[in-house]
């Protein structure tokens, strides 16, 4: 069947969201599939990642690490899928890929510029190409290792810890023998990191008071921020003399539309540290690299990752919601009908 005679259900961006109303900003609308380009490829979505950090391409800001999703356009994101239709050297009919695709049954994308990658089929579980083995797992390793600078013995603070990428690099973290903390929100967040995962502790923010939690837990070397807000303040407070901070996500910013403004500022001075931001754009040609490193720890046991499952395109912004509040632990992953 021709591509023109198909239907491609997706979600268009109809205006700008306020805070996590995306129902009343994106639409899911049908269309038929366009016939790819030279250098395009067409993929049947199977599955849709779920990510924090495209809640800033739903907004105006123009000084992020790319431009804003246009309204009236397709909605992106990572996608894993087949190859049905190719036009790109390198990926031919049949091939699992994982890419920047449309949130939709199908994504009709240029192979280089949306990063679409060959995936090995034989990984038993594919959701791993969205977590351990994906980009929250490079941006955990990079993070911990890299920005962070983590050495044997230190101590890492993770914040965000229950989320994709916090529950990879507190494992990250101990793997590289480091004591591993985690802040997270809730008793069964920060029974999951102790208990299951069997970091050192966890700071549940929402027990209230969470500098007198971090002062009970002692000095860190290694803060890795996802979130950003007040919680970085409690936390400068508590680095250790020449520490680091690698920060890799301002969640408490994406809905609320402040911006990250630390009234401890000045610890960074006082107890010397280095603060550092990173992308994972910035190490995208290590990618090869990081997977064989994730992909040893994950198929040895060592690096595990919890899915939350949604099926159904229709319901994908319930799932996108879960990422700003709190409904979740691990990975968010759309699945979508065969």
Known sequence: MKLALMKNR?????????????????ALVEDA???PAEGQIVIRNAMLSMDAGTRMWLTDRQDGYQPPLEVGTSMIGLVIG???QSRAAGFPEGTLVRAFGQWGDYSVVDAVMSGAIALDPA???RRA????????????????EQTGAAKPGERVLVSAAAGATGILAVQIAKLLGCEAWGIAGGVAKCAYLTDTLGIAGAVDYKAGNVA?????????????????GGLLDDVLTCMNHY????VCGLLADYTGGGRTSPREFDQVLMRRLRIEGFFSPDFMHEGPRLTERLKTWHEAGALVMP?????GLENTLTAYAKLFTGGNIGKVIVELTP
Do not use: K
């Not at 268009?12 to 994106?26: E, K, M, N, Q, V």
């Not at 977590?131 to 390793?141: C, H």
């Not at 899915?307 to 099926?311: M, S």
């Open 10 to 26: 997706f979600w268009r961006i109809d205006r700008r969201p306020h805070g996590t109303d995306f129902a009343g900003a994106l």
């Open 33 to 35: 599939v366009p016939e």
């Open 82 to 84: 087949e190859v049905v």
């Open 123 to 125: 990984v038993a579980d």
């Open 129 to 144: 190409w969205f977590g351990p083995l994906g980009m929250n797992g490079w941006t955990a390793l990079w993070g911990i």
């Open 212 to 228: 007198a939690q971090l002062d009970r837990a002692g000095g860190f070397d290694v803060y890795f921020d996802n979130v950003g």
């Open 243 to 246: 520490g680091r901070i690698a």
């Open 307 to 311: 899915y939350d499952v949604t099926q």
